[in-house]
């Protein structure tokens, strides 16, 4: 008996283009962004954080009063464990000269709209505004969800980060619980990092525990 004839059909490169969003979203669905800011940029800062609290209010339809309150509005133990809700997470490290913004979410809905909004792809790093980001770079999970809904804000005692890690009762793993630790040379491989592959290579990005222990 003769095989039977097996023809594979060339897909359309829309098709193609649908089942490897479908794929994404089954794995690695979410997309990060960092930035490492001058303190004193505040533009991006302040046009950003409007974006987030735009997008977190739409996702989750709520009212003026509690648009007006967000801070106050806590993510519920379902909403938390929801892969497919569409709000954006993050943080922000100020010390006196430096923020480091890291904003999270699905990569085809809300992070594609931060991306687009603020032009991203087009946007140059430089000394004042390091940016890191690359649209095929993929995550399976969101880290900072526990910060609910607007991008927890960390001011540092220290004048900068890197004082910080020169203090022996915070930088050595046998003086303190290891996330603190962690998050902090987590951090300051963030400052050090060109690339956002070799973030997610390292392992770089410090636990929501981590950055509120600091």
Do not use: W
């Not at 006196?96 to 990569?107: A, D, F, N, Q, S």
């Amino acid at each position: 008996l003769s095989r039977p004839l097996h023809i594979v059909e060339p897909s359309s490169p829309k098709a193609a283009e649908q089942k490897q969003q479908q794929e994404d979203e089954r794995y690695e669905r979410y997309s990060r962004l960092l930035f490492v800011l001058d303190y004193r940029k505040s533009t991006i800062m302040q046009k950003l954080l409007f974006l987030v609290s735009s997008i977190n209010v739409n996702a989750l339809q709520l009212d003026s009063g509690q648009a007006r309150a967000l801070t106050s509005v806590q993510l519920t133990d379902e909403q938390l464990m929801d892969q497919s809700l569409d709000i954006v997470t993050g943080f922000v490290i100020l010390d006196r000269y430096t923020r480091i913004v890291m904003v999270e979410g699905l990569r085809h809905k809300a992070m594609r709209q931060i991306i687009d909004t603020l032009g991203i792809v087009d946007l140059k790093s430089t000394r004042q505004c390091k940016v890191l980001f690359h649209p095929d770079l993929c995550f399976s999970q969101r880290l900072y969800g526990q910060f609910n809904l607007c991008l927890k804000q960390i001011k540092l005692r220290q004048p900068t980060l890197e004082s910080l890690t020169y203090r022996p009762e915070l930088c050595l793993t046998g003086r303190c619980e290891p996330y603190v630790s962690t998050a902090l040379h987590q951090l300051t491989e963030i400052k050090r990092a060109t690339r956002l592959h070799m973030l997610k290579s390292n392992g770089s990005f410090p636990s929501a525990q981590g950055l509120i222990a600091i």
